[in-house]
């Protein structure tokens, strides 16, 4: 695709977003992901990580009603119909906490759109939005995302990004890797659709209590 059509293509999906009323192109991403991989049901609850402006929400919040979506961001999200937006920095104990308390039941699908504010350095942007990441899969998979939940997310393309698809192989029954047209080529991200939670976070497992140790190398 050349320069021309890259920018066609942009403000394609820009404009359909004007004519929708959704805040973001970035909702045209997730409809294709829920064509392409049926993340949502009726009366389903979702969390939205990295949800503002709202696109996102707004989106998932049409598709599940009358169920509910809870959306969460550093920035302040402008009221959106059938969702709950929190304001919070989701690395931070505190918001853990807080989610924990406004999310009552786990939720059914978890997404994530989180990215920092790119610097420019390649390596930087990644080894970040690939931190931020690991923070919404560690939120998702302690205790907010139910057994047998969905998990969404955005990740950008690096070194980092082989090791974060493994560990989602651990903990779903399937992963799959898409990337969708409102996506832009050049843009290096691709979004992960794990689906099937295995029962709770896996744990290390504590060596047993009453082995003698013997001072020999293991
Ligand atoms: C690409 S935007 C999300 C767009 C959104 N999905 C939509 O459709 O409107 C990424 C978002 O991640 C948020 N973000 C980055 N770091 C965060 C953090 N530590 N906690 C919460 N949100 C964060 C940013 O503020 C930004 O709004």
Known sequence: MNYRQKSRKREFYYKEAIKAGYRSRASYKLIQLNEKFALFKRGNSVLDIGAAPGGWSQVASQLVSPGIVYAIDLEYIEPIEGVITIRGDITAPETKKRLRT?????????????????SGNWSTDHARQIYLSEEALR?????????????????FMGDLFDAYIANLKKLFQVVYQFKPKASRKSSAEIYAIAKGLKSGPIRKKKPAQNKQTTGEKQ
């Open 139 to 155: 939120l998702g998979i302690s205790g907010i995302l139910k057994q047998g939940g969905k998990f969404v997310c955005k990740l």
């Open 102 to 118: 406004i999310i009552s039941e786990p939720v059914d699908v978890v997404l994530s759109d989180i990215s920092p504010k790119v």
